[in-house]
């Protein structure tokens, strides 16, 4: 379950989400599920993220400066946030997308 966006137009009613990964690796797979948990538990249909393999498409990779695998990069709202790592814990990672955890529930 992919959502797309051009990553040139922003939609200002939704967050704005790109997830660069390492190939099908362990961890890149864990971020994935998490990301994609996250999103569907949280922010129902107020989020386009695209989910970038780094291995078919490096040049994306060297334009946002994404030198870690997994790495998550908020684009909107502003300010840009970027997380690296499996994205395991809920909790810090809603924190900082700015998403206010009691809202959600």
């Not at 922003?10 to 989400?17: A, F, T």
């Not at 997830?19 to 099908?24: D, F, H, I, T, W």
């Not at 994205?87 to 809202?103: E, P, T």
């Amino acid at each position: 379950m992919k959502k797309e966006t051009n990553p040139g137009t922003i939609n200002k009613e939704k967050l704005s989400l790109q997830l660069y990964v390492s190939g099908m690796s362990p961890k890149s797979l864990e971020a994935i599920r998490n990301i994609n948990r996250i999103c569907a538990e949280h922010l129902k249909d107020a989020y386009d993220l695209e989910i970038i393999d780094i291995y078919k498409q490096p040049e994306l990779a060297t334009e946002h400066s994404v030198i870690f695998s997994p790495s998550l990069i908020k684009h909107y709202p502003l300010p840009k946030k970027i997380l690296i790592g499996t994205l395991k814990d809920c909790d810090k990672v809603m924190m900082a997308l700015g998403i206010d955890i009691d809202k959600t529930k």
